[in-house]
């Protein structure tokens, strides 16, 4: 088996292409079960995002696994497969395994560091996983990954630290106030940055909105949205007072706040500070304003330096997410060696032959001296034991080793002969292994209790 990868992301196609490749959830299933029945793909999960789009598989060794996840996107979408292939890039073998791991610690994310990519892998999966798409090497990758997205969230500060115009208000009015909680935001002009910024302040403690627009319906719509109030536009600065941060983002060639009116709205506020953020290009606010004692102004190039500073906190800090996804290669790397039917196998005889010889040494001390050949009876019989007891269970394991679930039987007799055990005898993979047995169990008990159900309603039929 051999790990595919096909994709296509926001930095190698636009946005008018990646919205023909999407898979919605409720196509999913579909997808999963035309993509699984493709001789060549044993395993798959589909990532779908609005900045990306992803196919992983599990593909034969000896097949073209891209080509043949190409053919199925393009057939799947009713695209042309020589125009579809400029915008895709494709990964092997253990390419696959980092570039994963690095989308789900968002070091590849359009915004390094986010963090909804983690939730969004974990859809994928489930989705693969519901309709037996995953089987044994990706229900172990993709759990990995999910602790690797852990790891990288507690042990690395990647998620802090704003790197958006409109949560870098946030930062910034935090260093104003001790705390958003209970503040009152007043918004001038109702655009999709307007929107963005008072959407941030909220989630983050704002308790009132107000909304001014020169188009009252519009001020009405976005108030609407934050059970805010939208008040009339040359009611503005009269209700300025009431606000302690100020967003304006309008169309305006010309300032539409200055000094003198923003000094008129600090009356009777008893010092408390005024927080106005200029959003503008051109300005709403007279740079001026800055003037006026316990008033502080930001314009977009104030937001744009800490979002630049920020970003190079987050460059640090994916450094050491890099090391993390270094070391959970080579773990992941190491279970895929164990994991191998082959390996396994030859693993189980050669534990069982050290145990037949050990008690072969043993039980020579007790008989005393034998002759040769009842040494060789002895010895012949002893390894025709050992042969045939583990001929059945070994068949078996590389029967349904090629399996979906085929990881489940080699993880479960990796256990059951303590092939990983560590000194202590703890074995690292026994919470899993209980798991699985525990699946299996309840299986077994609604079968059992289908099957009475189904002869009690045959009875109680006759």
């Given at each position: ?47 779908s995002t609005c900045n990306r789009t992803e196919i992983y598989a599990v593909t034969a060794m000896d097949a073209d696994g891209p080509g043949a996840i190409i053919d199925f996107l393009a057939d ?74 852990k790891r990288v969230r507690t042990e690395t500060d990647i998620g802090e630290n704003a790197v958006s115009i409109s949560y870098a208000a946030v930062e910034l009015a935090r260093r104003v106030f001790d705390t ?283």
């Open positions: 088996m051999h790990l595919t990868l096909v994709g296509l992301s926001h930095k190698t196609a636009p946005v008018e292409i990646r919205e023909k490749l999407t898979f919605p959830a409720h196509r999913q299933e579909e997808a999963l079960s035309l993509l699984s029945a493709t001789p060549d793909v044993a395993e798959a999960v589909i990532l799947y979408h009713d695209l042309d497969r020589h125009d579809l292939v400029r915008y895709l890039y494709f990964s092997e073998g253990e390419a696959v395994v980092k570039h994963l791991f690095r989308v789900v610690a968002s070091l590849d994310s359009m915004v390094l560091g986010e963090a909804q990519i983690l939730g969004q892998v974990k859809e994928a999966y489930e989705a693969a996983f519901s309709n037996d798409a995953a089987g044994r090497i990706f229900n172990k990758l993709f759990r990995q990954s999910f602790e690797l997205g958003l909680d209970g503040r009152t935001v007043l918004i001038l002009g109702a655009g999709k940055m307007s929107e963005l910024t008072a959407k941030h302040l909220v989630s983050n403690g704002v308790k009132k909105v107000l909304v001014a627009n020169r188009t009252y319906e519009r001020a009405e719509e976005l108030a609407c949205k934050f059970c805010g109030t939208a008040i009339r536009y040359d009611e503005m600065f009269d209700r300025m007072g009431e606000a302690d941060i100020v967003i304006s983002s309008t169309a305006a060639t010309h300032y539409v706040i200055d000094k003198e009116q923003v000094s008129r709205a600090m009356r009777g506020r008893r010092g408390n500070p005024l927080f106005l953020i200029d959003i503008a290009v051109p300005r709403d606010i007279d740079p001026a304003v800055n003037e006026l004692a316990d008033v502080f102004l930001y314009d977009i190039d104030d937001l744009s330096g800490v979002v630049e500073s920020n970003l190079e906190e987050r460059m640090r800090e994916a450094r050491k997410a890099e090391v993390i996804i270094a070391e959970e290669m080579a773990a992941f790397e190491q279970w895929l060696e164990s994991m191998e039917v082959v390996p396994t196998v030859a693993a189980i005889r050669a534990k069982a032959e050290q145990i037949r010889c050990a008690e072969m040494e043993k039980a020579l001390k007790r008989l005393g001296g034998l002759s040769e050949k009842e040494l060789k009876t002895v010895e012949a019989l002893t390894a025709s034991i050992v042969n045939k007891m583990l001929h059945g269970p070994t068949a078996r394991l590389k029967g349904v080793a090629a399996e979906k679930d085929g990881y489940s039987y080699v993880e479960a007799a990796r256990f059951l002969y303590g092939l990983d055990s560590n000194p202590d005898g703890e074995n690292p993979h026994a919470g899993l292994i209980k798991t699985l047995l525990g699946r299996a169990e309840k299986a077994a008990e609604r079968a059992a209790g289908k099957a009475a159900n189904k002869e009690m309603g045959d009875t109680i039929g006759c």
